[in-house]
């Protein structure tokens, strides 16, 4: 069974930096390529960054392109998403998911997923 913990949340003010983490146990992480979605109140969850297995190949939303950064240690079976000059609309829940199939883009193309990290940017 794969679980899956974030961690990083907070609350933070327009322009700051945050460093999400995400921990994957449970089967062999290289085995999944790893995303990272957020829903905001009264909003779907929407795609924010994705990274196949080994790491070579990142995918961004347009609305987070030049201010975020996904990245996974394979050997430590974790992934991050480094975001900076965050701004009031970024706030949201932001959810880990690992999937082995489909396009990184779509929510159905994951299996897993985690509880999520609340992240709250203030003006």
């Known amino acids: 069974q794969v679980q899956l913990v974030e961690s990083g949340g907070g609350l933070v003010q327009a322009g700051d930096s945050l460093r999400l983490s995400c921990a994957l146990s449970g089967r062999s992480f290289s085995t999944y390529w790893m995303g990272w979605f957020r829903q905001a109140p009264g909003k779907e969850r929407e795609f924010v960054a994705a990274?196949?297995?080994?790491?070579?190949?990142?995918y961004y939303a347009d609305v987070v392109k030049g201010r975020c950064t996904i990245s996974r240690g394979n050997g430590k079976n974790t992934v991050a998403l480094q975001m900076s000059n965050l701004k009031p609309e970024d706030t949201a829940v932001y959810y880990c998911?690992?999937?082995?199939?489909?396009?990184?883009?779509?929510?159905?193309?994951?299996?897993?997923w985690g509880q999520g990290t609340q992240v709250t940017v203030s003006s």
């Open positions: 990274i196949n297995r080994s790491g070579e190949d990142t």
């Open positions: 998911a690992a999937g082995s199939s489909g396009s990184p883009y779509y929510r159905s193309s994951y299996a897993y």
